[in-house]
């Protein structure tokens, strides 16, 4: 079992930054990707930025070039670095993290979520 904590969302004015931060723990040696995603009221959850074992980043379109997903191996954590953020923003943002076993099987866990507000 994979347990994700995402934590560092909060308030903040448009132009603003916030930096999330996503800690998985328990079998965490099978993970092999984890991401971000996020979901507003009324809007279906859509993909933020993902980042695998080997470094390989993917974006969404409405983050790129503001957004920065990176990891800590060592402490089995990731980080999304928001930058420029726009009203358009505002969401939960929930972690997840991807695990393959030996027998092929993957599973994906998912965090509580992180509010992130962006208001002026």
């Known amino acids: 079992q994979v347990q994700i904590v995402e934590s560092g969302g909060g308030l903040v004015q448009p132009g603003g930054s916030l930096r999330l931060s996503c800690t998985a723990s328990?079998?965490?040696?099978?993970?092999?990707?984890m991401g971000w995603y996020r979901q507003a009221p009324g809007k279906q959850r859509e993909l933020v930025a993902t980042?695998?074992?080997?470094?390989?980043?993917t974006y969404a379109d409405s983050v790129k070039g503001r957004s920065t997903i990176s990891r800590d191996n060592t402490k089995n954590t990731v980080f999304l670095q928001m930058n420029s953020l726009k009203p358009e923003d505002t969401s939960v943002y929930y972690c997840n993290a991807h695990s393959r076993w030996v027998t092929g099987v993957t599973t994906v866990y998912w965090g509580q979520g992180t509010q992130v507000t962006v208001s002026s």
């Open positions: 328990g079998s965490t040696s099978n993970i092999y990707a």
């Open positions: 980042i695998d074992n080997d470094g390989s980043t």
